[in-house]
């Protein structure tokens, strides 16, 4: 049995910037130039019809992506209904809609790949 | 005979030939006025002088000063010399300079500019302890002059830009925006991305305040074309590792997680804070400071280049936080000021 010293040790959730691995977002900025261009506004999130349900953002997958956190944002595409409403209200004109479909063909291709 | 009214005409004294006091000083003489340049340090042009390349437009600060050096040809310019005292008999003042001369004027016009934050006070950013850290100022005088021991002789992969550093910040006295740094961060970062095309360049923002006229392009040009990263929170802490590289802590506001990055060098974007010596002299005319420290306007809406006293004008950086296009309208609205005043 493991010992109980009354508290855990957690991962750090800190985000140190030289150990992320950003190949994703490359290869999605490759694709959809536009990724780099969001001002983390939030108007994405807030008309997603998605996001009151299940906490969908495109803010948040663009950031994750960013920060090498792969996993968290392929999570939350999972609950896009690629209404395209974001695309409608991104004041960077962002195509927004466009932009996850890319990002979910990379994903796949990954999978393919494994 | 014209000509002669000419040479009559009062002479004006200018504290400061920085932009404001060359471009009024041009101006007045265009009016037929004696502009007399009362210049502190060695050079005119002030702190201009030492930029590179002006944003919106990239315009060469060098040419632009050069130019506005020339214009002023028929104007006295004392370098080097302060005002020790000065008097006012009727409508006329008398000031003393620290050269010897005196003069009798109408009318004063103060553009004594600011002063750049001292970074050394905010010791946790490390200027003047770690040999990575820069200031602003400091990277346009590399620009010019492509000698800096903190950049030559070194690989440069990483590049921090900090913003806000002595402004929006209470406890160094400095609640006010410094204005024009958000986009002199971003413009110098471009810069740099386009000297240095391999680095990873970040911005650590509180706010990015782009109010100007194609500010905002400018960072969407650093985002989409350079690939500049912006993260959002002020860093907390700098320090140097065994490698002789900066570890910088921040927190990521928007992931809300503490966020550390190694750099090689770290530019700290100082603000514009107000002029001490500026502030000793003002005192010396009975002007009076505003809550920012920066010379009292007689208001801040409709007359920014009156004092409170007659015949005292100001133009440019004396009374805030200003650009450059900014202080020459005010020098020129002041030169204006200063003749109706004369005329009346
Ligand atoms: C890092 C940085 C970059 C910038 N880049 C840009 C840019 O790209 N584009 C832009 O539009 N703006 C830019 N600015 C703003 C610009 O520098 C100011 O708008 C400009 O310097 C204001 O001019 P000024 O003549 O009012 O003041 P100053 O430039 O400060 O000149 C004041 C002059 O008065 C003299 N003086 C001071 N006190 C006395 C005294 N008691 N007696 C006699 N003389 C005195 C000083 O020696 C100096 O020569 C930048 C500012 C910073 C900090
Ligand atoms: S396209 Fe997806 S992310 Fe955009 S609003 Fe619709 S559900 Fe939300
Ligand atoms: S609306 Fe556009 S700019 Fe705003 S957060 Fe969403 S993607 Fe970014
Ligand atoms: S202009 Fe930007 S960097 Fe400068 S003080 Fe204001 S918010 Fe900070």
């Known amino acids: 049995m493991a010992m109980n010293f009354g508290f855990k040790l957690c991962p750090s959730s800190a985000l140190n910037l030289d150990k992320i691995d950003t190949s994703l977002y490359d290869k999605l900025v490759e694709m959809e130039p536009d990724a780099r261009i969001c001002m983390a506004c939030g108007s994405c999130s807030a008309t997603c019809t998605a996001s009151q349900f299940s906490g969908m953002s495109v803010r948040k997958v663009l950031l994750d992506i960013q920060r090498g956190k792969e996993k968290e944002a392929a999570a939350m595409l999972r609950n896009c209904m690629l209404c395209g409403k974001c695309t409608m209200v991104c004041p960077r004109g962002i195509n927004t809609r466009h932009l996850i479909l890319s990002l979910c063909r990379i994903y796949d291709n990954k999978e393919e790949q494994k | ?344």
């Open chain 2, 1 to 344: 005979m014209l000509l002669e009214l000419k040479i009559m005409k009062d002479s004006i004294v200018i504290i400061g030939g920085g932009i404001a006091g060359l471009e009024a000083a041009k101006q007045l003489l265009t009016l037929g006025y004696t502009p007399i340049i009362v210049e502190k340090s060695d050079h005119l042009g002030g702190h201009v002088a030492g930029w590179n390349r002006l944003f919106p437009d990239m315009a060469p600060a060098q040419e632009i000063v050069a130019k506005m050096i020339k214009d002023v040809e028929g104007a006295n310019i004392f370098l080097e010399t302060e005002i020790i005292s000065s008097n006012k008999l009727g409508n006329t003042y008398i000031v003393n300079l620290s050269n010897g001369v005196t003069i009798r004027t109408k009318a004063i016009l103060i553009a004594t500019g600011f002063e750049l934050f001292d970074a050394h006070k905010k010791e946790e950013y490390g200027y003047g302890i770690y040999n990575q850290v820069m200031t602003n100022q400091d990277l346009e005088k590399w620009f010019n002059t492509s000698v800096d021991s903190r950049i030559g002789g070194k690989e440069i992969r990483k590049i921090g830009f900090v913003h806000c550093v002595g402004s929006r910040d209470v406890k160094a006295g400095n609640s006010q925006c410094s204005k024009v740094c958000c986009v002199t961060a971003i413009k110098q970062a471009i810069e740099m991305k386009q000297e240095f095309p391999d680095a990873e360049i970040y911005c650590f923002y509180m706010d990015l305040r782009l109010f100007g006229k194609k500010y905002e392009d400018f960072y969407i040009n650093a985002q989409k074309d350079y690939g500049i990263h912006f993260i959002r929170g002020r860093v907390s802490e700098v320090s140097e590792n065994i490698e002789g590289r900066l570890l910088v802590k921040a927190e990521d506001t928007l992931s809300g997680k503490p966020l550390k990055v190694t750099l090689d060098l770290l530019v700290l974007m100082a603000g514009m804070v107000c002029n001490q010596d500026g502030s000793k002299m003002a005192s010396m005319l009975r002007l009076e400071t505003d809550s920012d420290g920066f010379l009292r306007s007689k208001d801040n809406v409709c007359n920014i280049v009156e004092s409170n006293r007659h015949g005292i004008f100001y133009a440019g950086a004396c009374t805030g936080t200003k650009t450059v296009p900014e202080t020459i309208s005010e020098a020129r609205a002041a030169a204006l000021m200063i003749h109706n005043y004369i005329n009346e």
